[in-house]
């Protein structure tokens, strides 16, 4: 079954921080890498922050310094700590495989995600 979690998000005030976390499932974890994704308001959905199996992490310019991406193999489970939130950080955060799960009818598979509302 191809699922994933995302919780975590919420509002807070422009310099704080939140973690998001994510259940997915085998399906997709096994995949070489997992992502955090977001989709600003009115925004194609980017990608923020990859991690490996193996636990090599990279990160978008944005967000490099400020967000770590980490996972639990054994859980299935992969995080993202946030700190020093912008209010430009603003957006649906979503949680997938690099490059995402796609169905054998080429559509991409993508969870509900989590929002994070960053305050100035």
């Known amino acids: 079954q191809v699922h994933v979690v995302e919780s975590g998000g919420g509002l807070v005030q422009a310099g704080g921080s939140l973690r998001l976390s994510c259940a997915a499932s085998?399906?997709?974890?096994?995949?070489?890498?997992m992502g955090w994704y977001r989709q600003l308001p009115g925004k194609q959905r980017e990608l923020v922050a990859t991690?490996?199996?193996?636990?090599?992490?990279n990160y978008a310019d944005s967000v490099k310094g400020r967000f770590t991406i980490s996972r639990d193999n054994a859980e299935n489970m992969v995080y993202l700590q946030m700190n020093s939130l912008k209010p430009e950080d603003t957006a649906v955060y979503y949680c997938?495989?690099?490059?995402?799960?796609?169905?054998?009818?080429?559509?991409?598979?993508w969870g509900k995600g989590t929002l994070v509302t960053v305050s100035s």
């Open positions: 085998l399906i997709i974890f096994s995949r070489d890498a």
């Open positions: 997938n495989a690099d490059p995402p799960f796609r169905y054998a009818t080429s559509m991409d598979f």
């Open positions: 991690i490996t199996r193996g636990g090599n992490t």
